[in-house]
């Protein structure tokens, strides 16, 4: 654990902050971890990580230390098949997604209850993040499965930029592994095996290591305190995308990161962390925010825990060509 690095002073800032929150959160969990910069942290992460992959910044990750690389036969592929059933109804008004699309980078957070989408997109313009927005959800009738869209599933920004993916890279599947540097409350390795039984995409789970194997890809999962809110930190997720090739162009092939707050508590929150883990996994893996309030990738106040038949078949949809 990563205790020690700021004495009496961040102490107090949690104390501070523990005064003024709302009710939604708190820091009784890691109420002994000094709130830190997200940006910092991955700063410090590319800094002082292994050749390997590992960091010794990790905090401890209780069992999942021992999980094995997620496997085929432990997790084999859906059947997964087009053709709309009822599609569930769509409760209210979904919340926006808030993103972050700054030229060199995309950001899209995961408010924290009670935080509403343009709230935390005006918080983040005000602290440094000029280019953040709240997208309001698109209802586009689905005319698929295709690329954008299947029943109430989307992918990324439901095609209102261009559609990313993970290309195969000389892979039958595009190979995407998760390298785990986050804390023993999130449960990564589950969420990752889950999302394994995608067709036509092939997610891995390692703890703390990411060796190389050409073609295939390694992305960083950190968590830390990153704080209440009052400044950037009024979000549980965020999953960053670097661009490649400027404004514009296609998600990339590395540097893309998903950061975990263990701020905000689940028993207050009325939120888990495998969904949240859930939930950021299924955006990594090209997927946007599902119209149907109730479901593990809508945009908040989602509920279930599993990834869903309709999200399962679009991303077996956007991943049955090779690119
Ligand atoms: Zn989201």
Not at 256 to 279: A, C, E, I, S, W
Not at 289 to 318: Q, W
């Amino acid at each position: 654990m990563r205790r020690t690095r700021g004495p009496a002073g961040a102490a107090v800032a949690v104390l501070l902050a523990s005064v003024a929150m709302t009710g939604t959160a708190h820091a009784a969990g890691p109420a002994a971890e000094p709130i830190i910069d997200p940006d910092r942290q991955y700063a410090d992460f590319l800094a002082t990580r292994g050749a390997d992959g590992s960091w010794a910044g990790a905090p401890d990750p209780g069992g999942k230390a021992k999980s094995p690389v997620t496997s085929l036969s432990t997790h084999p592929k859906l059947a997964v098949r087009a053709g709309l059933g009822a599609s569930p109804v769509v409760t209210g008004d979904a919340p926006a997604t808030v993103v972050n699309v700054d030229g060199t980078k995309v950001e899209i957070f995961l408010p924290a209850p009670g935080v509403t989408a343009e709230r935390l997109a005006a918080s983040l313009r005000a602290h440094g993040r000029p280019h953040t927005r709240a997208i309001a959800p698109g209802r586009a009738a689905p005319a698929g499965p295709n690329d954008c869209a299947y029943g109430q599933a989307r992918t990324l920004y439901e095609c209102r930029y261009p559609v990313s993916f993970w290309q195969n890279n000389g892979h039958e599947d595009p190979i995407v592994r998760f390298n785990d540097h986050s804390g023993a409350s999130w449960p990564v390795s589950n969420a990752v095996s889950k999302w394994n039984q995608v067709p036509n995409i092939d997610s891995w789970y390692y703890w703390n290591q990411c060796p190389f194997m050409a073609g295939a890809r390694c992305v960083d999962v950190l968590s830390g305190n990153y704080g209440p809110g009052d400044q950037d930190g009024a979000w549980i997720g965020k999953v960053t995308f670097r661009w490649t090739t400027g404004a514009g162009g296609p998600l990339p092939e590395q540097g893309t990161m998903l950061q975990l707050n263990d701020y905000h508590d689940p028993k207050t929150g009325g939120f888990t962390r495998n969904m949240v883990t859930t939930h950021e996994i299924g955006h990594v893996l090209g997927l946007g925010h599902n119209l149907y309030s109730g479901d593990v990738m809508a945009a908040a106040a989602h509920k279930r825990e599993d990834i869903g038949g309709e999200n399962a078949t679009l991303l077996a949809n956007l991943y049955s060509i090779t690119r």
